[in-house]
């Protein structure tokens, strides 16, 4: 008989705000990072059978994908030989700085948990999410969080006001490697004042949080695909309340003053010419 599926949303993020505090004898970067997850979300889908893994996942199929890479460690920590079935319906954008692969990987091992009973601890499951890539811990529970260490040192902050939000990806992506690697180069590194952050997301006010935006990787991202630069030009001009490059981009998001004003927005770009707009908005925190 045929196992049946289980299956979640998996969310993209932005990063409100993002210092790079230096490199680390890993070679991974010190982080401070105010992470949040939006609406904007792949769906993933996962059952028991055969005895491997397989990843269906487009042109993302295989044993590349990293949602295959979680179903292994997950099936090792358990000494499990047997196998799965992941199917993910992408939405998410690539390389835009949107963790679409880290938020696969993480509802990956959410589900699997779910569908063996729930075996793993949340330390556990975290420990193989940190494995899998920096960003996977986060989108793991997501919601509003401060990140540091290489971005799996997780703490919970004022959950975020509802954010109406409008994304842009240029046709060109980035790499994460070569921002950062390109940060090594040319970049500087700032900091955050959390307790700052703390006091914008308790007041609730989309403006005040727009004053905060901040990413030390926009100085390196920028050069690799330049339209970063103008898009969020555009998204100032039409007044949103304050516009930033995602992670190590490319996506840029602008803070709107409302649901109808995102769409104004994201109908100009449009109409500009710019085919990858979403209108979107900020998600909740999810229990494991
Ligand atoms: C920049 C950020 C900000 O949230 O997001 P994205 O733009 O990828 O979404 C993250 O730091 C990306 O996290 P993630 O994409 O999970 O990184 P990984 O797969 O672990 O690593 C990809 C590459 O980025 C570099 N990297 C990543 C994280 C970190 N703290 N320092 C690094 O130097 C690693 O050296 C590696 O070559
Ligand atoms: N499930 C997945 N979804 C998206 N990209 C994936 C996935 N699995 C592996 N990848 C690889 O990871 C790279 C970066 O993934 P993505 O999540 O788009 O990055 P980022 O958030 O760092 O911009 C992609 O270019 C792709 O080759």
């Not at 970067?29 to 997850?37: A, D, I, K, T």
């Not at 904007?40 to 993302?60: N, P």
């Not at 700085?97 to 990987?105: H, K, T, V």
Request: proline share 3%; with cysteine; charged share 25%.
């Amino acid at each position: 008989m045929k196992q049946s599926f289980v299956t979640t949303f998996a969310h993209a993020k932005i990063n409100l705000a993002l210092a790079v505090l230096g490199i680390r004898d890993d070679g991974y970067h010190e982080l401070q990072s105010v992470m949040q997850s939006i609406d904007l979300h792949d769906v993933v889908r996962v059952r028991r059978a055969g005895e491997k893994v397989t990843c269906h996942c487009g042109e993302l199929s295989g044993s590349g994908n990293i949602a295959h890479i979680a179903a292994e460690l997950f099936l090792q920590e358990l000494g499990l030989s047997e196998g799965v079935e992941i199917h993910i319906e992408k939405h998410i954008p690539i390389q835009a700085g949107l963790a679409g692969g880290s938020s696969d990987a993480a509802a990956t091992l959410r589900l699997l948990n779910k569908l063996f009973d729930n075996p793993l601890t949340k330390k556990t499951l975290l420990e193989l999410a940190g494995k899998c890539g920096a960003d996977v811990a986060f989108c793991l529970g997501g919601g509003t969080m401060w990140a540091a260490g290489r971005g799996e040192e997780l703490d919970f902050l004022p959950k975020a006001p509802c954010l109406d939000l409008v994304l842009v990806k240029p046709r060109a992506g980035v790499n994460t490697r070569e921002a950062y690697q390109r940060f090594d180069r040319d970049g500087r590194s700032g900091f955050l004042v959390r307790a700052d952050w703390e006091n914008a997301l308790r007041e609730s006010s989309p403006q005040q949080i727009a004053a905060l935006l901040y990413n030390d990787l926009e100085i390196a991202s920028i050069p690799l695909v330049p339209e970063i630069s103008d898009l969020k030009q555009q998204l100032l001009a039409e007044k949103c309340y304050g516009a930033l490059m995602s992670g190590s981009g490319s996506c840029v998001f602008g803070i709107a003053q409302s649901g109808e004003h995102a769409r104004q927005v994201a109908e100009k770009l449009k109409n500009r010419g710019h085919k990858n707009v979403w209108v979107t908005k900020t998600a909740d925190h999810e229990s494991m």
